[in-house]
């Protein structure tokens, strides 16, 4: 066991060394479905924001917002979504297509984990600079307050790493797991306030039966580790503190993520090339 | 696995590779009928490479050269018994696999490189060379899906020797392009052969064997059969009448293909 051990930390010590590698690869990633086009990945905002200009006038109505509040609100949410969905949907990917190149030469698999990272993170970014144009052109509240986003962004890259590794161990070994995560994805973005917000939950006045539906209903959000993920880097982007609840959520997940992928990693580093 | 130049070495001992067959329960399903949980690629192995070692690899397919060639490189850690490796390892086995079609020439060359572990500016400082040997100078900014495919056989030998690798592991002889451009291809590639210190390659053309290599070892499903000189090695592959399969053991858990 102390020898895997050794192998796993080599492993993750090889992988950060070729942190050029990985950076490179995340940028062509990001590039790449944008080549030979005259903006480049800029396609990817663009799109964020006929999004939200589409669907900003009729979705605002719906939920009794105002139509700027809603746009901010949902290029925010949407952002943010992608990021936390993508550690795990893009985490899913990142071993199965990386086999290939495993069978070339010895690489550490956690040069994969790194790469599919920073790819999140680099769209996230791209993304990013968009939602804040808009909080600044909106005239949206802003301030100290938005500056935690910062913490809760290196925490969920944290997190990110953590589900990164783990879904991408066992969606390699059981491929059956990757269609059925896309699926869980996409249901999950339905049930997680992003279209929607989460105060359509709380009926203002309700009587006995509301309050029980209304407990039900909130289970949705409470014990949805999404969005609890969502509102670290959501709500300082809307002015507005996360929940301490969501910290210590998000918290225990880390601990709880890193720990079954820690277990999978040293069970199945060196079997991972093997099921190609 | 950094070895001091002309301290590389490769140590298998008693080495078995088990691959795991993972879709028994869909096998099942359909009615096929239980399989056999894993195919043993390789069994019993002892094998020792040392400075001045070209290795040529002989067997029919499925008897375990490509498995062998990835235990050396590491990629395979085996499932049984040892592989110690000392020195940097470069490896030739597909040329399509680990280029990206849609970067430059350049941009592969230097991504290759970093995975290497190299700096940047040694690979700028080792480029010039490269490009030089490899023929490129004028297609290095264009993306590598414009290249014939001689040029992307140039590229990819340049790119495995980047590093000039202590050792140099390839699988099968890169054969396209035309005449001439093979001439080149084999001149360069005989070039990096005579400047790493281990050298091993997989083949079924005898004579290339008998050129580059000087031991020879022969796989029979997934077991050394022989080992010897490179001489000996073809001729006990060779020796036998056309058509009929290797003599002795025999076992039942060859890969058909």
């Known amino acids: 066991m102390s020898q895997q051990l050794r192998a796993a930390w080599d492993d993750l010590h090889d992988g950060l060394g070729l942190w050029r590698a990985w950076l490179l690869f995340a940028y062509g990633n990001v590039t790449r479905p944008y080549r030979r086009t005259f903006i480049g990945p800029l396609w990817e905002p663009i799109g964020l924001l006929l999004f939200v200009l589409m669907l900003g006038p009729i ?62 993170l680099f769209e996230f970014l791209m993304k990013l600079a968009l939602v804040i144009l808009m909080i600044l052109v909106f005239g949206a509240p802003g301030g100290p307050t938005t500056l935690l986003l910062l913490p809760g962004l290196l925490l969920l890259l944290v997190t990110g790493l953590g589900l990164i590794a783990l879904f991408g161990l066992i ?40 309050a029980a539906g209304q407990s039900a209903r909130t289970a949705y959000i409470d014990f949805n580790p999404l969005y609890h993920m969502l509102q670290l880097i959501r709500a300082p982007l809307l002015n507005e503190v996360p929940g301490q609840g969501s910290y210590v959520f998000v918290l225990l997940l880390t601990l709880g993520v890193w720990l079954l992928a820690g277990l999978l990693f040293l069970r199945w580093r060196s079997r991972v090339v093997y099921w190609a | 696995m950094r070895a001091p130049r002309g301290e590389s070495l490769i140590r298998l001992t008693d080495v078995a590779v088990h691959l795991p067959l993972h879709r028994q329960f869909a096998r ?94 040694q690979i700028r400082l080792r480029l010039d060379e490269i490009v030089a040997f490899a023929e490129l100078e004028t297609f290095l900014h264009l993306p590598v899906h414009t290249y014939s495919s001689g040029m992307m056989v140039r590229l990819a030998v340049a790119m495995a020797t980047t590093i000039s690798p202590q050792i140099l592991l390839m699988d099968e002889w890169i054969g396209f392009g035309d005449r001439r451009f093979m001439d080149r291809v084999e001149s360069m590639i005989t070039d990096k052969i005579d400047s ?62």
């Open chain 1, 59 to 120: 979705y605002s109505h719906a939920f009794d917002m105002t139509v700027k509040d809603y746009m901010v609100y949902l290029a925010a949410g949407w952002t943010c979504w992608q990021l936390v969905s993508g550690f795990i949907s893009a985490g899913s990917n990142t071993l199965v297509q990386g086999i290939g190149m495993m069978q070339q030469s010895r690489l550490p698999l956690s040069l994969f984990f790194f790469e599919t990272l920073m790819t999140e």
């Open chain 2, 28 to 121: 099942k399903w359909r009615g096929e009928g239980p399989a056999p949980r894993v195919v043993k690629a390789l069994d019993g192995v002892e094998l020792t490479l040392q400075v001045g070692d070209r290795l040529g690899i002989l067997g029919l397919n499925g008897s375990g050269k490509t498995t062998l060639l990835r235990v050396m490189a590491g990629v395979y850690e085996p499932t049984q018994g040892r592989c110690e490796i000392r020195g940097s390892i470069s490896t030739l086995y597909d040329i399509r696999v680990g280029m990206d079609k849609d970067a430059t020439g350049y941009e592969n060359i230097f991504l290759r490189g970093l995975l290497q572990g190299l700096k940047p500016s």
């Open chain 1, 171 to 210: 969606c390699a070994r059981y491929p059956d797991l990757r269609p059925i995560v896309q699926i869980a994805m996409r249901l999950a973005f339905f049930v997680t306030p992003v279209l929607w917000h989460a105060d359509v939950l709380s009926s203002p006045a309700g009587n006995g039966a509301m």
């Open chain 2, 196 to 257: 790493c210190e281990i050298f091993a390659l997989a083949s079924h053309n005898v004579e290339l064997l008998r050129e580059t290599c000087n031991r020879g070892v022969v796989l029979e499903a997934g077991r050394i059969s022989f080992l010897g000189s490179i001489n000996e090695a073809i001729t006990h592959y060779t020796g036998r009448p056309p058509g009929k399969p290797p003599a002795g053991r025999r076992r039942n858990n060859r890969r058909d293909d």
